[in-house]
């Protein structure tokens, strides 16, 4: 399942390649983290990087910002080796632990001391303030900020430098819905204006709604690198058949069982592992057994679906 790059396809120095990682390794002790990974990042929009807890995530982004070195593998951000993080990490945005604010600082101050620190002209503080949506609130003490706000200024301290590169990792931790909501707006506003967008998020509704490409682990392995479209055709085909009649449904189920179907029972459907080409099939065997259907549709899958389906098999 797994999509691999040919060995020593690495562009280091291609316009459209933001991140690029060939067999890239970390071990600690004996275990691996990561574990030969290999895939690329075209420049612009968001992509969403995807794995169960302790899949390696954290490790590989930590890799990339030049905090952890690699054991083995390779890699580039922005055309430079990730061995030389000096040479891109101007470049590159971050936001992988909140921030530490200053509580009697308004979110502006706070913003101007992050600015003086790197050398950013202050202009560029009331810009980055307008893109994260916090200019009304601008003159407040961060300690008045609601968990949200917080984070989306941390979001605007990593674009004082206009980076072409975020890279966010978990950034809706603790964020209620409408926080959420606002932070996935955010991301796809970034993603829309030209940067490009690393973002790993347990929260996949977001993600799907959000992201343009994924790359998903599972054990620091690679299981898919690839566009939005094509992951979601990676999930299993499935039908929704439903009876007319309630009483009808565990009769049916045990019918297509017989007819070789794998089916799960729900609330007044069945689940039919099946492909849109089937219905015919299963249209038929209902008919036989007497049986009258008010539904028989194509079930279109989540993400949630999809991650689950592809991280619940081995890695390889």
């Known amino acids: 399942m797994a999509r691999r790059a040919p060995p020593g396809m690495l562009m280091y120095m291609s316009t459209h390649t933001a991140i690029a990682v060939d067999g890239l390794t970390k071990r600690f002790g004996d275990h691996a983290a990561v574990d030969g990974l290999t895939f690329e990042l075209p420049t612009g929009g968001v992509t969403g990087f995807l794995g169960p807890n302790g899949s390696g995530k954290s490790t590989t982004i930590r890799m990339l910002l030049g905090l952890v070195r690699p054991t083995a593998g390779r890699g580039s951000v922005l055309g430079h080796p990730i061995s030389e993080p000096k040479r891109y990490v101007g470049q590159v945005g971050a936001l992988i632990d909140s921030p530490a604010l200053y509580p009697t600082l308004s979110g502006r101050d706070a913003l101007r001391v992050y600015a003086e620190l790197g050398g950013v002209p202050a202009a560029r503080i009331d810009a980055v303030l307008d893109i994260v949506g916090l200019a009304d609130r601008a003159g407040s003490k961060t300690k008045t900020y609601s968990l ?138 209902s008919f036989e057994h007497g049986i009258v259907l008010r539904e028989l549709s194509t079930r279109s899958d989540d993400l949630e679906d999809v991650f689950l389906h592809l991280t619940e098999e081995p890695a390889r």
């Open 148 to 285: 949200g706000m917080k984070q989306r200024l941390a979001i605007a301290i990593a674009l004082l430098r206009d980076p072409p590169l975020l890279v966010l990792d978990e950034p809706t931790n603790g964020l209620d819905p409408a926080g959420i909501v606002e932070m996935r707006t955010l991301i796809m506003s970034l993603g829309a204006a030209g940067h490009t967008v690393l973002v790993s998020s347990h929260v996949l509704a977001e993600m799907q709604a959000a992201c343009d490409r994924f790359v998903v682990i599972r054990e620091g392995r690679l299981l898919f690198a690839g566009s939005a479209d094509d992951l979601m055709a990676v999930g299993p085909d499935r039908v929704t058949v439903r009876p007319e009649r309630p009483d009808d449904l565990d009769a049916l189920a045990v019918h297509l069982r017989e007819r070789g179907f794998d089916v799960a029972v729900g609330d007044g459907i069945l689940d039919v592992d099946a492909s849109a080409d089937s219905s015919a099939e299963l249209n038929r065997i």
